[in-house]
């Protein structure tokens, strides 16, 4: 049985945008932070709400986020998805906390096992969220669950323990996240959102390798006008095999030039493409299909 989950980091508040540590704090999204959501909405890449279960922490800035991407309706409301306490350091900034023995400490030891003084750590999160996210699993449904950064980083983190991904690139921007599809319980494959190819078979162009092709003749053209020239002395000769060079040139050049996987947006040299119905991205290994 199939079952995707998607996860979604809240909007901006003022504090993301200020750089402070949020996390018990029951900040709105701030006025920014909301205008950026709903572009994005607008631009699509979120999943269809219909038949989904919806989830969020009942903060604050998770109940608007969800509200500004997917309209108002009815939803649940599971704390155990409330972003991390940070205790001592909540709604301060790094300037204002350098100086500080115990954050030191923190900063520099391992901290997702140290504890905030008065608060978590990222252990602790971890410990609270899993039996709330394998209930999510037990339920079987699509879920779309609009919680907190730190959240987000502790469900990829043990869902993907061989990862080389840190606990930072798996949290992703405000408003961004993950679809993570599941078989049998167990993820099998993992796509960023917003995604603009949601739902959609991936493609790529593989126009240029023909275009290549197409200026390789007319520099082998440029050859034989050149020999031609060179039978009948016209001595057009040096022309001619200047146009075939430059040809070459252009051709080589078309010939590699690199092409955008939509999914991973590495770029990736449109020959690799000829011959193949199906081929997966060599630097991602997701697959998808080309276009002429």
């Known amino acids: 049985m199939m079952q995707k989950i998607y996860l979604i980091r809240h909007g901006a508040t003022v504090a993301n945008e200020q750089k402070l540590y949020c996390g018990r704090s029951d900040l709105p999204l701030s006025p920014g932070g909301l205008a950026g959501l709903r572009q994005m909405a607008a631009r699509g890449g979120y999943p269809d709400p219909a038949g989904k279960r919806l989830i969020t922490s009942g903060m604050q800035r998770t109940e608007q986020t969800l509200e500004a991407l997917f309209g108002p309706g009815e939803h649940e409301v599971q704390p155990a998805f409330r972003e991390i306490d940070f205790g001592a350091f909540e709604l301060q900034s790094y300037e204002q906390l350098r100086e ?10 391992d901290n997702a096992r140290n504890r ?6 990222g252990a602790d999160v971890a410990q609270r969220v899993r039996p709330a996210f394998d209930a999510l699993l037990a339920d079987g449904r699509d879920t779309i669950l609009v919680t907190h950064g730190g959240v987000v980083a502790a469900i990829m983190t043990d869902l993907y323990p061989d990862s080389n991904a840190s606990r930072y690139e798996w949290q992703r921007e405000p408003g961004q996240g993950w679809c993570v599809t599941f078989e049998e319980g167990k993820p099998v494959k993992c796509e960023p959102l917003p995604d603009p190819f949601l739902n959609q078979e991936r493609t790529l162009g593989r126009k240029w390798a023909w275009v290549s092709m197409g200026i390789l003749m007319a520099a082998l053209g440029g050859v034989l006008l050149a020999a031609y020239s060179a039978m009948k002395g016209t001595h057009r000769e040096p022309l001619w095999f200047a146009v075939a060079f430059v040809l070459l040139v252009v051709s080589q050049y078309v010939r590699f030039k690199k092409l955008r996987c939509p999914y991973c947006g590495k770029s990736v040299a449109p020959l690799k493409f000829v011959g193949s119905p199906r081929l997966a991205c060599p630097r991602c290994g997701r697959i998808y299909r080309y276009e002429d």
């Not at 115990?102 to 030891?109: I, K, S, T, V």
């Open 100 to 109: 500080r023995e115990d954050y030191r400490q923190w900063l520099e030891g």
């Open 116 to 121: 905030c003084p008065g608060g978590e750590s």
